[in-house]
């Protein structure tokens, strides 16, 4: 168990990916997208991830978090039984001073947003910026994976 501390960002342009030194393609789905207690599949590249992330503190920075991991087939099989709307994405890493970024190309119904993460140990924890990061949206629940196998980026106005 483990309480997870992240910020999320909108980005200015693609110039990250120059600076990329990983690219994992990862598919995900839900097996319950209840925003209290999130249960998610995820394959990243070979290997199959078991999630359950409890619900956000009011400014959407920390959250429960709980994560197995688990073979590739049992996570080929728990995807067919996920709810619709399934979650494909490239995710970038950036080495950014002592933080990694994690920056996820969104594909499928999703294409064209990408957003990138950073984990922090504490809430006011400074990190660089670097150049490329946009507009920060964490909190903002259209953002999360979970809502976006939901309504998908092609879906909004």
């Avoid at 920390?62 to 073979?71: D, Y």
């Avoid at 002592?98 to 957003?115: C, P, Q, R, S, Y």
Wanted: proline content about 1%; some cysteine; overall charge positive.
């Amino acid at each position: 168990m483990a309480v997870e501390i992240e910020r999320k960002f909108l980005l200015k342009n693609d110039s990250f990916k120059s600076e990329s030194f990983k690219t994992s393609y990862i598919k995900q789905g839900f097996l319950n997208s209840n925003k209290n207690r999130v249960v998610r599949v995820r394959l990243i590249d070979k290997s199959g991830y078991l999630t359950v992330k409890g619900i956000s503190n009011e400014e959407g920075l920390t959250r429960f978090e709980w994560e197995k991991k688990i073979s590739k087939k049992d996570a080929e099989s728990l995807l067919k039984l996920c709810e619709k709307g399934v979650i494909e994405k490239y995710r970038h890493f950036i080495k950014k001073g002592k933080h990694t970024f994690e920056v996820d190309e969104f594909l499928g119904d999703n294409i064209g947003l990408v957003i990138a993460e950073i984990e922090l140990s504490e809430e006011n924890e400074d990190f660089d910026k670097p150049k490329w990061l946009g507009k920060e949206v964490t909190g903002i629940i259209k953002y999360y994976n979970s809502e976006l196998s939901k309504n998908s980026f092609k879906n909004w106005t």
